[in-house]
């Protein structure tokens, strides 16, 4: 009797693990997982503390299906130069606008059609979008919209620029100029 109790417990347990973890690798492919931001070119609003103390974002991927982004973002891509790795950082600039940049080989461009402009808060400590140039919105992988870990830096992640940074002139201001 127990033997047959404890065999009933089993295959409830294996049922339920061959259900848990095709849910669980679907969620975590097509909706949301947790991701580790080392490194300082996000400082100063992530990983204030340096190497010492790295915070863990929640990592939106439902946001990003359609590709669509806003200025201020902070998302994870698919790194231009290493495509095992995926890098974190905030969205400058999107197709259409001019931007100036900060050391790539064009002093200004417009960003191509299907592409955004990535950069780290850390100027000069950062591999992005002045390292490689524009993005494709092919590489997106993640919308970060929480912190999540250390527990005293829980907050939702708001969308904002440096006020030094973004584009010069959108394509959309530029459409709305040649209305007048």
């Not at 190497?51 to 974002?57: F, L, N």
């Not at 130069?81 to 890098?87: D, E, F, L, S, W």
């Not at 919209?145 to 002139?169: A, C, K, V, Y």
């Given at each position: 009797?127990?033997?047959?109790?404890?065999?009933?417990?089993?295959?409830?347990?294996?049922?339920?693990?061959?259900?848990?973890?095709?849910?669980?690798?679907t969620v975590l492919d097509r909706v949301?997982?947790?991701?580790?931001?080392?490194?300082?070119?996000?400082?100063?609003?992530?990983?204030?503390?340096?190497?010492?103390?790295?915070?863990?974002?929640?990592?939106?991927?439902?946001?990003?299906?359609?590709?669509?982004?806003?200025?201020?973002?902070?998302?994870?891509?698919?790194?231009?130069?290493?495509?095992?790795?995926?890098?974190?950082?905030?969205?400058?600039?999107?197709?259409?606008?001019f931007i100036r940049t900060l050391g790539?080989?064009?002093?200004?461009?417009?960003?191509?059609?299907?592409?955004?402009?990535?950069?780290?808060?850390?100027?000069?400590?950062?591999?992005?979008?002045?390292?490689?140039?524009?993005?494709?919105?092919?590489?997106?992988?993640?919308?970060?919209?929480?912190?999540?870990?250390?527990?005293?830096?829980?907050?939702r992640i708001q969308r904002s620029l440096?006020?030094?940074?973004?584009?010069?002139?959108?394509?959309?201001?530029?459409?709305?100029?040649?209305?007048?």
């Amino acid at each position: 009797m127990a033997q047959q109790a404890g065999r009933r417990y089993l295959r409830a347990f294996v049922g339920g693990f061959f259900v848990a973890v095709p849910v669980t690798v679907t969620v975590l492919d097509r909706v949301a997982y947790v991701a580790r931001v080392e490194g300082t070119s996000m400082q100063p609003f992530l990983n204030p503390e340096g190497v010492s103390a790295c915070d863990v974002v929640l990592l939106n991927r439902w946001r990003v299906r359609n590709y669509e982004v806003h200025r201020g973002d902070i998302v994870s891509v698919v790194s231009p130069k290493n495509p095992q790795q995926k890098i974190i950082k905030r969205v400058v600039a999107l197709e259409g606008d001019f931007i100036r940049t900060l050391g790539y080989k064009n002093r200004y461009l417009r960003i191509p059609e299907g592409h955004l402009w990535i950069e780290g808060d850390h100027h000069g400590h950062s591999l992005d979008s002045n390292s490689f140039g524009p993005v494709s919105v092919g590489l997106l992988h993640g919308h970060a919209s929480h912190i999540i870990w250390p527990p005293n830096r829980w907050q939702r992640i708001q969308r904002s620029l440096p006020e030094d940074r973004g584009p010069l002139l959108s394509s959309h201001a530029a459409e709305e100029e040649e209305e007048f």
